[in-house]
């Protein structure tokens, strides 16, 4: 079935620093969400990615579409304690489901 | 609107005991789902329904039931519980399943087996 591959797992950074996780498909992608959920939360949705090469950014996130619809990031410039948690990106299925990546948790050192 | 509500919080069962796991939205959604979520193992999608009537099995469905008798409600029945489900569940909905719509999900249920 569908596969969404999430890297890395696990990021540790420096308040400030800047912060990157990816999400790679081996088929083409119709589009593309990206989820985040804090520490003993639920998942909440952040964006969606439809066209192909598609930028979309808030305040100090970016996402970022792959020109072939296989690939996706999400970069956060100057992190902060409250970005702490778990980013995931979720791919539409065929039945109209999500199929999610593994995540990938972020921890910020104040 | 309250959203997409799940009861029980926190749930101990022992193994081979039974239980319903209920999940409730009031924003008129179609599509509701199951997913559960284990440490490193990212959200998997259990059952799902794509309206009153009508569902059909994710990823991981072997264990559990599911119905959905109206649009609001889509509760999740664990049969015999067995330790392998030790998890968090959550619920989740959108209005439809064509197209592309954000998923909102539920506070989630803390389900520990021994």
Known sequence: GQQVMQIPQYQHV??????TTYCNSSTTLSNIQWYKQRPGGHPVFLIQLVKSGEVKKQKRLTFQFGEAKKNSSLHITATQTTDVGT???AAGGSQGNLIFGKGTKLSVKP | ???VTQTPKFQVLKTGQSMTLQCAQDMNHEYMSWYRQDPGMGLR???????????????VPNGYNVSRSTTEDFPLRLLSAAPSQTSVYFCASRPTRQGSYEQYFGPGTRLTVT
């Open chain 2, 45 to 59: 999608l259990i059952h799902y329904s794509v309206g009153a009537g009508i569902t059909d099995q994710g990823e």
């Open chain 1, 87 to 89: 980013y995931f990106c």
């Open chain 2, 1 to 3: 609107n309250a959203g």
């Open chain 1, 14 to 19: 420096q308040e400030g620093e800047d912060f």
